[in-house]
């Protein structure tokens, strides 16, 4: 009797490519595959090609309800079950973005809800304009995907919808990553005054979000680049306390960032004259004393990173109330920042977490005192250039420009 069994290897086509290559066991897992980690190796999967207007549907909402372009094809990862929004695994970067608009958008393709057709069309085209910048087209397909998604932004816009959010944030994202470093606030001004037409409080949050899938992420995103920003501007923050509640453990963990220091991070965005330097200081050392000096991890580097990031805020900010800076409070930041440089040029450039240590970057690198810390945060700035999609083009330069002001490189 012949076997009924699958012919060997043929589910290895959804390993990673170095299992693949190796001959390993692959487990699946995302962003990084276990043997991957393990061995210190980049991990990416293959794709599969997927015609967005094949799948079989039910019965069109809308007649104006368009599909992404079918010249275009949607590049997704072959594992199944990626973008599910409830497992709260998608990925805080640009593809995790992409997962999330993807599955937004097959959700009002069969939601019961009616929804504007120019609310359809934003999230169609706007997915179009995100994969056609990920790809790096410079065409004028590209030029005109650009505007089709602009046009539509406008036309939402002007009419209050709350579907309109999708749009801000991912132009926002892309701002974030290919313009000036930190001005990013526009688009999150905006966000905020679409919202307050909907929502005063978290309650009426919570049923907006409720009614729109998805809502509740994509305000994450905007929320944590208020605070960043807000960090590298030196200003206001946009939204309130109880917008930032949408934060949830799962955002924490994928970019690396303890809760307790994001909190540091909005208190020092909320410090005006009135400062209390015990406060801050208790707050730096309460940061320090909580890292492992033992977990070499990417995820306890990265909490290096982040926690000193916090503690040289603080003491910086109480030190320039001082009359003049002490010896010792010098030096306390000066090693402080060997700690942040060790921890990043440690942490390799395939790690997930690694695109979000540029707010850490940045804010270290404004407090540099020596050439060594500033060559370690230029490699840092270099690797971002050089990754799958080149992002932060002009932070390094201005971290430059704060170097040569102060005349340590």
Known sequence: MSSTKKPRGIRHDRHCHHCHAKGLKCDLNRPRCQPCQQQGTRCSYPQRVVWMGSKKKGPEKTSSCPEPSSSTPATVDAEPGTTDLQSKNIPINLYGFIDLLSHFYREMQTSEQELPAEAVKLISRTLNFARSQLRGSDNKQSIQTHLGALTNLSKVIESGHPVALFGIATFAIFE?????????????????????????????????????????????????????????????????????????????????????????????ANQDVNIDILDLSARAMDQIMSLDPGDKTERGLTTVVFGCTGAIGAFSLAGSKQDESSNIHTGVLSRMIDRVCDAISKIPTSSSFYVHLATPAYLTGMHATNAEQCESLRAYWRNCQQCDFPRYPDAQEQCERRWRSRMIC
């Open 176 to 268: 974030v990553c290919c313009g000036s470093f930190g001005r990013w606030h526009r688009h999150l001004q905006g966000a905020r005054s679409l919202l307050d037409l909907h929502c005063q409080n978290k309650e009426q949050l919570d049923q907006l979000a409720a009614r729109i899938p998805g809502l509740g992420d994509i305000l994450a995103y905007l929320v944590w680049f208020d605070v960043t920003g807000a960090l590298v501007r030196k200003s206001p923050l946009i939204f309130d306390y109880w917008h930032r509640r949408v934060l949830e453990p799962s955002f924490f963990d994928s970019v690396g960032c303890p809760a307790d220091t994001f909190e540091l991070f909005v208190h020092l």
